[in-house]
C-alpha cells in the first residue's frame, strides 16, 4: 500500500509539472501574437518617408530541389563522378581547382579521396599540385598546327585522336578537305583516318603491295566499282547512277569511246624483217 501511495504521488507531481509547462508555454504564444499583429498594424499604417514594396515570399521548394540535386552527385559511383569533372574540363578547356570544380558541378574532391586519386591520375587529365586541366593526346590550337601535325603522319593519324585537340578542330579538318589539303576516308562503321595531301611527302609501297594492288581486276562499268567500295564500308567519290540520270533527263548521251584504227600494211609500209618474207604471206596487202 504505502509504495501505491507513493507511485501516485509522483503521478500527481508530473501532472503539475506538465500544466505548469502548458501554462508558460500558452502564454509565450499569446503574448508572440500579440507582438506580431502590434508590428503588422505599425507596418501598415501610412507612412510619408517610406512607401516600400512589401518583399517576395520566400519559396523553398528550388532550394531543396537544388540540395537534392547535389545529394545524388556525391552518392554517384565514382566513375560518374569523374565523368562529370573530366567533361567540365573539356567544355570549358579551363584549370579549376577542387574547390572550384565543387562550386561548378558539385563533385567534392577533397571529401571524396577516391575520385581525388583517380582525377590526379587519369590520363585524360594534367594536375600541377593546384589545379586540374583538360589534357588532349596533342596539344594544338588552331588549324595550321593541326596541318603540321598531319603532314608528320604521311601513313595516316585516327580522327579519335584528334577529336578532342581543341573544341572546333573537327570544323578545321572538314576545312582542310575542302581546301584539298588532306584526304579523310572512313565511314559511320569504321575509324576515321586522315592523310596529308602533300606532293612533298614521300611515301613508301612495299612491293607486295604493289603486286597485289596490280593483280586486281577491277570491274568494267564504275556503277559496279562504286557498289564494291560500297560493300568494303567505303564512300565513292563519284555518283555515277545520278550523273546518268541527270544526262537522260538533259538529253546528253553518253559518248561511247572512241575504237582504235587498225593499221593495215600496205606498200609504204616499212618492214623490218623483210629478209624473211614467210612472215607475211597470210598479210593482204592492198595493190598487190
Request: hydrophobic content about 35%; proline content about 6%; aromatic content about 6%.
Amino acid at each position: 500500500m504505502a509504495s501505491l501511495h507513493e507511485s501516485l504521488t509522483k503521478f500527481k507531481k508530473q501532472q503539475e509539472k506538465c500544466q505548469t509547462t502548458l501554462t508558460s508555454i500558452a502564454a509565450k504564444v499569446a503574448s508572440s501574437r500579440a507582438t506580431t499583429n502590434q508590428k503588422a498594424t505599425t507596418a501598415s499604417a501610412p507612412s510619408s518617408t517610406n512607401t516600400k514594396s512589401p518583399a517576395p515570399a520566400v519559396k523553398f521548394s528550388n532550394d531543396t530541389e537544388r540540395l537534392q540535386h547535389i545529394n545524388s552527385i556525391r552518392k554517384a559511383p565514382v566513375g560518374a563522378q569523374i565523368k562529370r569533372v573530366i567533361d567540365l574540363l573539356l567544355e570549358t578547356r579551363k584549370a579549376f581547382t577542387p574547390e572550384q570544380i565543387n562550386e561548378a558541378c558539385y563533385v567534392d574532391m577533397n571529401a571524396n579521396k577516391a575520385v581525388f586519386d583517380s582525377m590526379r591520375n587519369n590520363p585524360k587529365v594534367s594536375y600541377d599540385g593546384k589545379y586540374f586541366c583538360y589534357k588532349s593526346k596533342h596539344d594544338l590550337k588552331d588549324k595550321s598546327q593541326l596541318l603540321v601535325l598531319i603532314r608528320k603522319f604521311p601513313e595516316g593519324i585516327a580522327v579519335i585522336d584528334l577529336k578532342d585537340a581543341y573544341p572546333n578542330v573537327m570544323d578545321d579538318l572538314q576545312a582542310l578537305k575542302a581546301a584539298g589539303q588532306i584526304w579523310l576516308f572512313g565511314s559511320e562503321t569504321n575509324e576515321d583516318i586522315v592523310f596529308p595531301n602533300d606532293p612533298r611527302v614521300p611515301i613508301k609501297v612495299d612491293d607486295d603491295l604493289r603486286q597485289l594492288f596490280r593483280g586486281i581486276e577491277l570491274p568494267r562499268d564504275m556503277l559496279d566499282i562504286e557498289k564494291d567500295l560500297q560493300k568494303n564500308g567505303m564512300k565513292p567519290a563519284t555518283n555515277t547512277a545520278k550523273r546518268r540520270a541527270m544526262a537522260q533527263v538533259h538529253g546528253i548521251g553518253l559518248k561511247p569511246k572512241p575504237k582504235k584504227k587498225k593499221h593495215e600494211i600496205t606498200k609504204r609500209t616499212k618492214l623490218t624483217n623483210a629478209h624473211l618474207p614467210e612472215l607475211f604471206q597470210h598479210l593482204n596487202v592492198p595493190g598487190s
